[in-house]
Structures are given as C-alpha cells and as structure tokens.
C-alpha cells in the first residue's frame, strides 16, 4: 500500500526558511520520481518541483532560486527546503508520486501525472 506522509509546515514570516518532508512506502523510492504540488485557497494546485530517480531535478519558475529538492532514499524521504519564503508562498503542500514512472519528464507539473497523493501540510508565510 503506498503512502506518502508530509510533514515540517508551519507559520513563518517572510524572508525565512522551511524544510518539508515526504516519507515515503509501499514502494521503493530509489525508482520513482517524486513531485511538491501547492494549493493556495481559491486556486488550483499547481507544480512546485520535482525529483527524478537519477536526482534530476525541475522547479517551477516562481520557486526557481529559493526552493531546492533533494532525496535521501536510504531514509525513504524527499525533502524540500525552502528558503526567501514569501507571503504568496502560502499554501498547502503535497508530494506526490507516479503509479511506475522514475523519470520527471516534461508535464512534471501536471497534477494528472501522479497516482498518489498525500494528505499535504500548511505553510503559511505572513509576518
């Protein structure tokens, strides 16, 4: 049964940094592409960055800069430390992962590329 579990959101004022997690199961990590998504209230969720098997990675241009994402396999989590954090960066945040897929490749951003979801943590950037 595959499970994707964030966690490290939280309320932080502008300028500063968080890290989130993704722990991962039910399936083997080392061979998947894992995703951040983001949904702000009244908006539709949209591509944060993405993380390939071979350590590829993509982000999105509004995070390009201050946000990077990284894997530590052996701990089953992907990471994703963000930093320079604005007040437009509030929202919940969501990793997800494709049904077989290891490769980003070109629609990383779309939600309809990922099989699994999970439940996503709040960030909220406000001073």
């Known amino acids: 049964q595959v499970q994707l579990v964030e966690s490290g959101g939280g309320l932080v004022q502008p300028g500063g940094s968080l890290r989130l997690s993704c722990v991962a199961s039910?399936?083997?990590?080392?061979?998947?592409?894992i995703g951040w998504f983001r949904q702000a209230p009244g908006k539709e969720r949209e591509g944060v960055s993405c993380s390939s098997d071979t350590r590829n990675t993509y982000y999105a241009d509004s995070v390009k800069g201050r946000f990077t994402i990284s894997r530590d396999n052996a701990k089953k989590t992907v990471y994703l430390q963000m930093n320079s954090l604005k007040p437009e960066d509030t929202a919940v945040y969501y990793c997800?992962?494709?049904?077989?897929?290891?490769?980003?490749?070109?629609?990383?951003?779309?939600?309809w590329g990922y099989g699994y979801w999970g439940q996503g943590t709040q960030v909220t950037v406000s001073s």
């Open positions: 039910g399936f083997t990590l080392d061979y998947r592409a």
């Open positions: 997800a992962a494709p049904s077989s897929r290891s490769s980003c490749g070109g629609f990383w951003y779309r939600v």
